[in-house]
């Protein structure tokens, strides 16, 4: 049976503080924090605003305290990892003393690009955070269709495997490009992110079922189409979409408020909607401005 690769520490130890590093250049691509609104899409890559996973400044030491068996990882000396962890989602939701305990048991990896992570049917034992790079997600169908879609970095994947004892990989991961990882192995997993992870899916579902559009769906259906969807948060005044950009995914509101713009022939705004109706009392709905 197929194992995922684990990295050794001790002989990345060199390796992560030298030739690495420099790698960290990259940016990640995911949401900015804060802000007032909050959209959950399905379907395609969403171009997003990048900021820097690991600053330069704590790049050599992020890699030296990750070379270390996790007894080996003072606490004082946990802040390089500990940052990354608060710029991403899904680990800035936990409390302070699970953040410290995945920063003093999470593991690196490296992956070339064309190089499998783990391929659909192994058996799963670790869950991943994209540091830098992306991966490839594919899913063979029984028809032998593939369905495809892209992850990067700030994103995290590997956890539906780790939600039973002996679960399977649904979907094969490719290495789209040089990609680092954070690992977090499943007991830990378990442990630490489980419990986040399901509220979070949870709330989609909570989304997906108040959309008429899904009205009658089982809720199997629902964690189904749940799971391939992802949160972005929006700062005020940001643009989703543009009218004539092709469409790449869908969107559901879980709150805030948007305004839907349509540009006719004369150059006028045609109507504004609103999640809110009674915004429509506050705002005219025919020729606000010239585009």
């Not at 192995?185 to 108040?210: C, F, M, T, W």
């Not at 629902?222 to 972005?232: G, K, N, V």
């Not at 948060?233 to 805030?256: T, Y």
Request: hydrophobic share 40%; proline share 3%.
């Amino acid at each position: 049976m197929r194992r995922e690769r684990r990295l050794s520490r001790a002989s990345a130890s060199p390796a992560i503080a030298s030739s690495i590093a420099s790698a960290f250049e990259q940016t990640i691509a995911s949401p900015a924090r804060s802000g007032n609104k909050a959209s959950l899409t399905f379907g395609g890559t969403q171009q997003k605003a990048t900021q820097q996973l690991v600053v330069p400044s704590d790049r050599r030491a992020f890699h030296e305290v990750l070379a270390k068996e996790p007894e080996e990882r003072a606490s004082s000396e946990l802040g390089p990892i500990l940052r990354v962890l608060y710029k991403i989602d899904l680990t800035a939701a936990l409390t302070t003393q699970l953040q410290t305990d995945l920063a003093k048991h999470a593991s690196f990896v490296a992956y070339r690009p064309a190089e499998e992570i783990f391929r659909q049917g192994d058996i799963g034992n670790l869950f991943y955070i994209i540091l830098t790079g992306s991966v490839s997600v594919k899913i063979q169908k029984v028809d032998g269709a593939v369905v495809a879609r892209l992850l990067e970095a700030g994103q995290s994947f590997g956890e539906l495997a780790l939600l039973k004892a002996g679960g399977r990989r649904t979907a094969t991961i490719i290495a789209a490009q040089t990609t680092e990882l954070l690992t977090i192995d499943g007991i830990l997993y378990g442990r630490l992110l489980s419990n986040v992870q399901a509220k979070e899916a949870a709330d989609k579902v909570h989304v997906l079922s108040n959309c008429s559009c899904f009205r009658g769906w089982e809720p199997e259906q629902l964690q189904a189409l749940a799971s391939r969807m992802e949160l972005r948060k929006l700062k005020h005044g940001s643009v989703v979409m543009k009218q004539g950009d092709q469409a790449a995914a869908m969107f559901f509101i879980k709150c805030g408020r948007v305004r839907v713009l349509r540009c006719i022939k004369s150059g006028h705004i045609a109507r504004m909607l609103s999640l809110d109706p009674l915004l429509s009392a506050r705002y005219p709905t025919t020729a606000l401005h010239e585009l």
